[in-house]
């Protein structure tokens, strides 16, 4: 197969677990129309996990332990199903006349399938089948992967390969294409976007029929495991393929243009998503160029998808990218919130607007986007980058569940406490039903899927996390560690102990304090504390001599002034300010005492130390690990971290060398920075 099954390797279990559980698994009785999906994935696991043939039947069984699949409409009895949303499922053991019977029921084919992995999960985490009584319903409406391919197979900002839908111009659709549906079914998302938001010229072919034909063939893949497929798009594309001298939103011919086009697309693909637009952002196309608005750009595209039950996801990365670094007005971080809070309540029911977690980009800190809780009348997309561009690229170990939650978590206040962008990108505050979240694939080609065998739990967690942000993470990542090492003990320990200290010993290490940015240009891999400091980018920490940080306070550039009563209080006071982001809200002299007492500049060499000494501990704790875990996997693992602890003593000898320098303040303990 050339690839593994990530969390899906259905390994043998021990002897005692196949006399637990093998009977269940022996009989499966299937009422109606039983997705094919659910069978193949029950009968793979019998026989893979516990050696048991599956057999199928279509009526009940006098059997002492069984199981039973049908939607809900298809059983002879009545379940009460009032809670259920149409892809929740239930999983219920019932005793049928002598039978002992787990009943596998939904109201649609994903239901199904959702049930059954959650089945065969129970199963490989220990769980106790005689007494089954779950209903689960995603608490997200929109659960989305985008991904960040182009047609010649390159992936912006993959980390681990090639595309796995493209190469060479053409459309891939393989074996591979089926297990990737399987794994992301698995952990309940319902959306991919298939192509880069930076849709260049080669991409804008991918509306003509020579690729809708091929792309037909993948939604077809998804489609079984309950995914629907979504495409990027230029939105100039009537310009570029339709001959238009313009794309203005309110030009009849271009609506015109663009209806055509979505009914040609749903002509292929009867169940397709939508469209993911970046407009007026990094130099691509949008409204603006034609005096429009974000609003009136997406609500035409929206009316052209609405007959279809097609959305449009638009993105709110817009801010200036031609900054003058002498510019100390612009502030990179206000822009989403100047550009869409005053379009609350203009966007069409179909529109969804995707916010990136932060008001900068994806750094390993940020506070969250004030725009979460300011758009009352809009639905919210949250948008997470699980692809490591700016956290380590997928050579250092930096697990982001940790983060999510923390982001998930936080209380915007939009309508008083409790108001936690999890409620709002669920629909719970503002009744915006259409929310959701999207991650930036962390996917290639490669065989393990992300490069680093240990970021399979980014992805993980992320689907998990989408499906149900309420869960705990520590429960994530162990459900997450026993389906892809097994239970040994000592594995668990140790891989959860690394996972969950790593992303902070990666902000340790770099820019600790919401500095954020002091990386190279372009690539964005490894250290330098300048590298963004005279561009044009909006992203800079002007460090001169006595102090560092952007006054973002209402003092400064008043960005705190967009977050609700009292965040705009707590961040605009230094005293208050939450200290992992004291720099990001605030320029500060390089002696200013933290609450440990400790001054800033001392505090930024002990954390680069301190981070250090995690990752060698984090090695130490794999090296451990030896004969315990597949030797590929764990070589591969070890490689990675020694290149990480490489990594990160240069970030912590650059970073502390670079504020030596600047301040002449040596470190209180006296250890090595280079003066
Ligand atoms: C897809 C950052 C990344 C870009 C990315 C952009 C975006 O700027 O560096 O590669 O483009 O975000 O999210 O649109």
Redesign the pocket.
């Known amino acids: 197969m050339g690839y593994s099954m990530c969390w899906l390797e259905y390994e043998k279990l021990s002897k005692k677990e196949v006399e637990r559980y093998s009977e269940w698994f022996e009989s499966l009785a299937m009422l109606g129309d039983v997705p094919k999906e659910v069978v193949e994935e029950l009968k793979k696991f019998a026989r893979e996990s516990l050696g048991v043939q599956l057999r199928t039947f279509t009526r009940f069984l006098k059997k002492k332990r069984y199981i039973l699949v049908g939607l809900l409409n298809s059983l002879p009895f009545d379940l009460d199903a009032s809670e259920q949303k149409p892809e929740g499922f239930v999983l219920k053991t019932l005793k049928v006349g002598n039978s002992s019977v787990i009943v596998l029921t939904g109201k649609t084919r994903a239901s199904l399938v959702y049930g059954t992995y959650e089945l065969i999960k129970r199963v490989r985490l220990g769980e106790d089948l005689e007494s089954l009584d779950v209903l689960e319903n995603p608490k997200v409406r929109f659960r989305m992967l985008n991904h ?1 391919d182009n047609l010649d197979g390159s992936v ?2 993959g980390y681990a390969g090639n595309s796995i839908f493209f190469k060479e111009n053409e459309v891939i659709v393989n074996e591979r294409t089926k297990d990737y549906a399987r794994l992301l079914a698995s952990i309940g998302i319902n959306g991919v976007v298939l192509n ?3 849709v260049k010229k080669k991409e804008l072919h991918l509306l003509e029929p020579a690729y809708l034909e091929k792309l037909k063939k993948l939604a077809d893949v998804f489609r079984r495991y309950g995914i629907r497929v979504f495409l990027s798009v230029n939105f100039a594309s009537p310009m570029h393929l339709g001959g238009l001298e313009t794309a203005d939103p309110l030009d009849k011919r271009v609506f015109e243009w663009w209806k055509k086009k979505v009914e040609e697309i749903y002509d292929y693909i009867p169940d397709f998503g939508g469209f993911l637009v ?1 407009a007026d ?2 130099f691509n196309p949008g409204p603006h160029m034609f005096g429009r608005t974000h609003a009136e750009g997406a609500n035409m595209l929206a009316r052209a998808l609405a007959p279809f039950e097609g959305y449009v996801i638009w ?1 709110a ?1 817009v801010y200036n990218c031609m900054q003058d670094w002498r510019d100390y007005k612009t502030d990179r971080a206000k822009a989403a919130y100047e550009n869409f809070k005053p379009l609350d309540g203009q966007f069409d029911e179909n529109v969804i607007v995707q916010i ?1 977690y932060g008001p900068m ?1 994806f750094q390993v800190r940020e506070p969250v986007s004030p725009l979460f809780g300011a758009l009352e009348r809009t639905n919210q997309m949250l948008e997470l980058q699980i692809t490591q ?1 700016y956290t380590g690229q997928q050579i250092h170990l930096c697990y982001l569940g940790t983060l999510w939650k923390e982001i998930l978590d936080f209380d915007t206040f939009a309508k008083g406490r409790g108001s936690f962008v999890k409620r709002i990108v669920d629909g719970t505050i503002f009744g915006m039903e259409n929310g959701g979240i999207a991650g930036v694939s962390n996917v290639g080609d490669s065989e393990n899927w992300t490069g680093h065998d240990l970021a399979q739990a980014n992805l993980y967690t992320f689907g998990r996390l989408a499906w149900n942000p309420d869960e705990e993470i520590e429960k994530v990542v162990k459900e997450w560690i026993v389906l892809t090492f097994g239970k040994k003990e000592k594995v668990l320990e140790n891989v959860s102990y690394m996972l969950l200290k790593s992303h902070r010993a990666y902000e340790k290490y770099t820019t600790p304090f919401g500095l954020g940015w002091m990386v190279n240009p372009g690539h ?1 891999y490894g250290p330098n504390p300048e590298g963004y400091e005279y561009s044009r980018w909006g992203t800079y920490h002007r460090a001169n001599w006595e102090a560092i940080g952007v006054d973002r306070t209402s003092r400064g550039t008043g960005f705190t002034l967009q977050y609700r009563s009292p965040w705009r209080e707590i961040f605009d006071d230094v005293n208050t300010c939450p200290e992992d982001l004291i720099l990001f809200f605030h320029r500060l002299p390089y002696t200013f005492k933290l609450k440990s007492g400790k001054t800033l500049i001392q505090a930024m060499y002990d954390l680069h130390f301190e981070g250090v000494e995690e990752v060698e501990d984090f090695l130490r704790k794999w090296e451990e690990l030896e004969g315990l875990i597949d030797q590929r996997v764990h070589e591969r693992v070890r490689e990675r971290l020694r290149m990480q602890l490489e990594h990160a003593k240069e970030w912590r000898d650059v970073i502390n060398t670079y504020f030596f320098r600047r301040t002449g303040i040596p470190d209180e303990k006296g250890r090595r920075i280079y003066p």
């Open positions: 960040w912006e900002r880069n938001v930076n970046k952002s990094e993105r990365f990136k980009d561009e964005h």
